[in-house]
């Protein structure tokens, strides 16, 4: 259960609900809110990438998503932390927007976190949204509502904050979300509602999608910069056009895309501007990032985190890849608990499933995997396991070379983007393109979890 919250931290979040409200009433931006078990940060940063050509849009940065960040995104500060000085900063900021005009967005994208029934009302009971996006209701927080249904009643909050002129966004491929759509009276929706996902009864649909290489398309002797994400055609009431996401690489990000596709259509900008916008989009760092690497090879920097759902759909990636040699390094992923066992077996399976080449585990955990593989006569030249991501990187550049694809992932007490940092080909880049790169985190030594 979600611990107890002390009154200091109450009384704060009062004071800034109070303080972001007076701000919206004031400049009237219109907001999109995005909520959702899993997609939330990638749906934000595509929405982001199709409205912020054409109006003045702020979203969201870092995990501002809750009953402080929202406020703060709104005021446009950063938190106090546990300096009064800091917060007297946020205060005086707040101040000079009320006092004197200012530019102030025309549209604010927040993405709306929930670790608490009630979360979602709290949210949108002060920033109203003129449109709603549900990306995904699935499992992921059960441990807060005990039941799906319970989740998707959560999540289906901010649908209900919409008024008639509004447009409520669903991802009808969502097995959970399809019954809103079957029965959006029974859940409280009185907006107009646009759907998005690969399914004929989607409104806005993407079909045939494939990944895209410059002008090379030769198997294992790819150039370094050669390779170009993913396209796929999207098809809006009649109109089919292809789409270009030339820095996304897995496949269910597309979701992302379309619902920012979406929401572009809800501010009714033209489908083809829509789509050159999304060329550009990316993801976070350490979000399946594409990023050159050593010897003319490719590193997939999947490093914010890892389970075994998204390390298997991370091989997912890397097998429909061409190149020279799949390799994963994948580091432990935790939390899982009595399947600590069977997860890491499970990652195994997946990687000779898709016939990787070369196979380094790093951490304890992961030795499940690795003995895994030893038990299905996986070819020890080609199989490694090493305490740190240190030790990791180390025989990482000693066997990289040409055309080699390589998945680097795993859980954040791991810190596989120091794998990442030692393999890629600019890593004076490394502040820009990696997670975990403020000043904090590079100072804390890595130590075994």
Not at 13 to 38: C, D, H, W
Not at 277 to 296: D, H, Q, T, V
Not at 311 to 339: N, Q, S, W
């Amino acid at each position: 259960m979600p611990e107890e919250k002390s009154k200091k931290k109450i009384m704060l979040e009062r004071i800034l609900r109070f303080m972001a409200s007076q701000i919206v009433k004031k400049y009237n931006p219109r907001i999109v809110a995005i909520t959702g078990s899993v997609g939330k940060t990638s749906t934000k940063e595509a929405v982001f990438s199709v409205l912020s050509p054409h109006f003045r849009v702020r979203k969201n940065e870092k995990n501002y998503n809750n009953e402080i960040g929202l406020p703060l995104t709104v005021i446009g500060s950063e938190t106090g932390g546990k300096s009064l000085l800091k917060w007297m900063g946020v205060f005086l900021k707040w101040a000079l927007i009320m006092l004197w005009p200012v530019e102030y967005p025309e549209i604010l994208v927040l993405e709306m976190g929930a670790d608490r029934k009630g979360d979602i009302a709290y949210l949108t009971g002060f920033m109203k949204p003129a449109i709603s996006v549900l990306t995904e209701v699935s499992a992921s927080h059960l441990e807060h509502f005990k039941t799906i249904g319970a989740v998707l009643k959560e999540k289906a909050t901010i649908l209900k904050a919409l008024e008639e002129k509004d447009l409520a966004i669903l991802n009808a491929d969502n097995v959970q979300i399809a019954k809103i759509l079957s029965k959006p009276k029974q859940y409280g929706i009185r907006s107009n509602i646009l759907s998005y996902g690969f399914s004929d009864q989607a409104d806005v649909k993407a079909a045939d999608v494939f990944y895209g290489y410059s002008d090379m398309e030769k198997e294992g002797d790819m150039a370094s910069n050669d390779m170009r994400g993913l396209s796929f055609k999207l098809t809006y009431k009649g109109t089919t056009l292809p789409v270009r996401l030339n820095n996304i690489l897995a496949k269910h990000n597309i979701y992302a895309a379309m619902a920012g596709i979406s929401v572009g259509l809800g501010f009714e900008l033209n489908l083809v501007d829509i789509a050159a916008s999304l060329e550009n989009f990316s993801l976070p760092p350490g979000r399946m990032s594409l990023i050159a690497g050593m010897k003319e090879s490719h590193i997939i920097d999947d490093t914010y985190n890892a389970s075994v759902v998204s390390t298997k759909a991370a091989l997912d990636v890397l097998g429909e890849m061409g190149g020279a040699r799949k390799i994963a390094v994948l580091g432990d992923m935790l939390e899982l608990g009595t399947e600590t066992e069977a997860g890491h077996a499970e990652v195994a399976d997946k990687f000779l499933e898709i016939k990787g080449d070369i196979f380094i585990g790093v951490g304890t955990r992961m030795l499940f995997a690795v003995e895994e593989l030893k038990k299905r006569k996986f070819k020890e030249g080609n199989l490694y396991h090493f305490r740190s991501p240190m030790e990791a990187a180390a025989k990482l550049e000693e066997i990289i070379g040409k055309g080699d694809i390589v998945l680097v992932k795993g859980s954040q007490g791991l810190r596989m983007e120091k794998v990442v940092e030692e393999a890629m080909l600019e890593p004076y880049k490394a502040k820009d393109l990696l997670c975990r790169q403020n000043k904090a985190w590079k100072n804390e030594p890595w130590s075994a979890v």
